[in-house]
């Protein structure tokens, strides 16, 4: 990212995560007895902090600890972001009652015991949520799409297509994982595996010191396995994420496209962030479009959904992305709704079919609540022109 993209990003997210984190603080140790408080802010200072410390610390040192950090840092992610939402419905409920008495007199008799309740209350609603969406994250689901494309595609009648996106790779989704999404896309047999982006997390050092690129050669597909960049390629160090792909059985297609057994057509486009990391921009899809033999299917893989007319314009049969997670955690689904035209999910407009995924893996917290990790297996039948 440009230096000053980065620190006016950085700063506002850090700005934003602390004033977060001194409103969730300050209203723990409302409720916490004297005598415990330094250990309770002790603790907290610590939770709040390990996901910065822990991502700093694999830029220079991979260890169990900043694996530790990493991990207490992510939890905690989700943990803020429920214990927020259940703190600002509270303090809403406080305010009105200012203003107009609402509460009974069981509560209004002794505030401090109700306080103690509440926040016992808050506190079980949080760890059941983020526990109950840990337990989500394990729980791979497959999506099976039949898709019919009036085109003719050489000698085949159709193609089993396999799609992931958002693997991410790294110190959260290691090798265990990765082995158990190569064996579950292996037993659907695919003709051909994408990866729609956000394969590597962000930094690549985890996955270099665990060889998780290792489970990457078992996966089997006629014709082979391509992906594309994401934003977290682009965060990591997009070069050096995509030399490993590459040298790991993956494909990487950068704003290319490549002729298949002269049937069908793949397109790679570079993830939309590339002019934010570099001083570079990425090939407009009627550029990546122009001289290829339209009377073929066209597969098209871009990470971000934005723009989703243009695959439509420029004859594209299927466009697979990925990066919305579909919010990864309820409520957040609802403002992807709002964000893109199709956040999760199947559309199709005109001849042109669409897939984003809400992904298989996910970043930060290793937790989900507004969807469930998926795996996408798509059947095309090629039929001739009516």
């Not at 990493?70 to 259940?86: D, P």
């Not at 002794?110 to 994250?137: S, Y």
């Amino acid at each position: 990212m440009k230096t000053t993209q980065a620190i006016i990003f950085f700063g506002i997210v850090l700005t934003v995560y602390g004033l977060i984190n001194y409103y969730i603080t300050r209203r723990i140790l409302s409720v916490v007895p004297e005598k415990y408080k330094n250990i309770t802010l002790a603790i907290s200072l610590f939770v709040i902090l390990s996901f910065i410390i822990g991502r700093v610390l694999e830029n220079f040192w991979v260890s169990h600890i900043s694996d530790f950090l990493v991990w207490v840092g992510s939890f905690w992610i989700a943990i803020m972001f429920y214990s927020l939402i259940c703190l600002v419905i509270v303090d809403a409920f406080r305010l009105v009652n200012h203003f107009i008495p609402i509460f009974p007199s069981v509560v209004t008799s002794n505030p401090e015991k109700a306080k103690r309740i509440a926040a016992v209350i808050i506190a079980l609603f949080v760890f059941i949520t983020v526990a109950g969406g840990f337990i989500n994250t394990k729980i791979i689901n497959i999506r099976k799409y039949h898709i019919n494309v009036h085109k003719k595609a050489g000698t085949l009648k159709s193609l089993n297509i396999v799609m992931a996106s958002d693997l991410h790779l790294g110190t959260i989704n290691g090798k265990m994982f990765a082995y158990k999404i190569v064996d579950k896309i292996n037993k659907l047999k695919p003709d051909i595996i994408l990866f729609a982006g956000d394969i590597i997390d962000e930094d690549i050092k985890p996955v270099l010191r665990d060889n998780v690129g290792d489970a990457l050669y078992e996966l089997k597909a006629k014709y082979g396995v391509y992906g594309i960049t994401g934003n977290h390629e682009y965060i990591g160090g997009v070069n050096d994420a995509v030399n490993y792909l590459n040298n790991h059985k993956i494909k990487m297609l950068r704003d290319t496209s490549v002729l298949i057994d002269n049937s069908f057509y793949i397109v790679g486009r570079e993830d939309r962030s590339i002019n934010r990391f570099s001083n570079h921009q990425r090939k407009s899809l009627n550029e990546l479009a122009e001289g290829l033999n339209k009377s073929l299917p066209v597969i098209l893989m871009d990470h971000q959904p934005f723009g989703l007319e243009e695959a439509e314009q420029n004859e594209i049969d299927l466009q697979l992305s990925g990066h919305t997670h579909n919010g990864q955690l309820w409520p957040l689904n609802y403002l992807i709704d709002k964000i893109y035209e199709l956040g999760w999910g199947f559309m199709r407009k005109g001849n042109t079919s669409y897939y984003v995924s809400c992904g298989v893996g996910g970043w930060g917290p290793p937790v989900r609540t507004g969807s469930r990790p998926e795996i996408i297996n798509i059947k095309l039948h090629f039929t001739k022109k009516k």
